[in-house]
């Protein structure tokens, strides 16, 4: 079975452009949550969808979004990026709102 | 973002030395998660431990979780050149409806051959 899939691996964009970042669970899981980790520091917590739904957002300001699609993929928007967007983002894959989570590899995201 | 307190932030042992990090939070949490970060990829679960007190082992990795569930550490034994990485801890709780992960600062490890 796939793991966790995300994609890109890696991209650079200019400041102030936009971002999609996409992710594909593994398939039968129904919840896919967003990360953000800067270099040196542990994954923080960004969106949590479950069933299509919207089940917790972390302190990020409104630039960023989500959303999850029937078939439980999802995407993740970034409006307006800053240099400190920079960070590799990670997607992780639940069976349930509540069960622990695999990660994908990640994308790397460079503003310059 | 908050993040848990995890300590030794880094370490150096020599290989088939036995390893020992632990992980600490202000909060009560209801699920202890450890994973293991190479560079540029994603992190990869370990062990998960959902009870107080419990001490779950994965083949040289054993885990607990702490009794007053603010804690939790994971022990390596006789370690190996592959056991580089960084080691995340990860509590699980619910805040505001929302069951999400609170990860440590990581702890690096380096083995010696």
């Known amino acids: 079975d796939a793991g966790v899939t995300q994609s890109p691996t890696h991209l650079i964009k200019t400041r102030g452009q936009h971002v999609t970042l996409r992710c594909s669970p593994i398939?039968?899981?129904?919840?896919v949550s967003w990360y953000q980790q800067v270099l040196g520091q542990g994954p923080q917590f960004i969106f949590q969808y479950y069933e299509k739904e919207e089940r917790g957002r972390g302190n990020f300001p409104d630039r960023f979004s989500a959303r999850q699609f029937p078939n439980y993929s999802s995407e993740l928007n970034v409006n307006a990026l800053l240099l400190g967007d920079s960070a590799l983002y990670l997607c992780?894959?639940?069976?349930?709102?509540?069960?622990?989570?695999?990660f994908g590899q990640g994308t790397r995201l460079t503003v310059v | 973002g908050q993040q848990l307190n995890q300590s030794p932030q880094s370490m150096f042992i020599q290989e088939g030395e036995d390893v020992s990090m632990n992980c600490t939070s202000s909060s009560i949490f209801n699920t202890w998660l450890w994973y293991k970060q190479d560079p540029g990829e994603g992190p990869v679960l370990l062990i998960a431990?959902?009870?107080?007190?419990e001490l779950t082992s994965n083949g040289r990795l054993t885990a607990q979780f702490g009794i007053t569930r603010k804690d939790s550490f994971l022990n390596i034994s006789a370690s190996i050149p592959s056991d580089v990485g960084i080691y995340f801890c990860a509590g699980r709780g619910m805040t505001s409806g929302t069951y999400k992960y609170i990860f440590g600062t990581g702890t690096r490890l380096k083995v010696l051959a």
């Open positions: 398939s039968g899981h129904k919840s």
């Open positions: 431990l959902y009870k107080a007190g």
């Open positions: 992780a894959s639940s069976l349930g709102a509540n069960t622990e989570a695999f």
